[in-house]
């Protein structure tokens, strides 16, 4: 164990030398849909989150779900999961952070309250739904 040590302190101090200069180099602005990064040399990127780059048909729905009651990775998994395997969703991206899950459907295959019903089955709600503009 003693032969690890001087290996596992050059680890630490590169990190922590790491995350120091990269944090005094850029500032961060979070807003709902972005994460704008602003560099040291004036320049900034902007991220945009996958959820906001989920793609939509003509014939399918985008939806955002909130106020879930997600603790965890696990409560994360449950959602995820049961949302993939829903007959008639396209696509979906949970956000643990944000409580919230935005869902890609086709309205002629699954209605909104079998999706809905779906998350409340396995122990979750479902607050809010916002129907988002294509």
């Known amino acids: 164990m003693r032969k690890w040590l001087p290996f596992l302190a050059i680890i630490i101090i590169v990190s922590a030398i790491s995350y120091s200069y990269l944090s005094s180099k ?3 602005i979070n807003t709902e849909q ?5 560099l040291e040399n ?7 989150p996958e959820e906001a780059n989920l ?14 009651g997600m603790d965890c990775m696990s409560c994360h998994y449950a959602v995820q999961s049961t949302l ?15 409580n919230r899950a935005t869902v890609v459907y086709d309205p002629k295959t ?10 409340t089955e396995i122990g979750f709600r479902v607050g809010n739904v916002k129907e988002v503009a294509q």
């Open 26 to 28: 850029e500032t961060s």
């Open 34 to 38: 972005t994460r704008e990064i602003r």
């Open 42 to 48: 004036g320049k900034s990127l902007a991220l945009i």
């Open 55 to 68: 793609p939509v048909s003509k014939d399918e729905q985008k939806i955002v779900l909130s106020d879930l």
């Open 84 to 98: 993939k395997q829903t007959d008639g969703v396209k696509d979906s991206f949970v956000n643990l952070k944000q």
């Open 110 to 119: 699954v209605s909104l309250e079998e999706i809905r019903k779906r998350i």
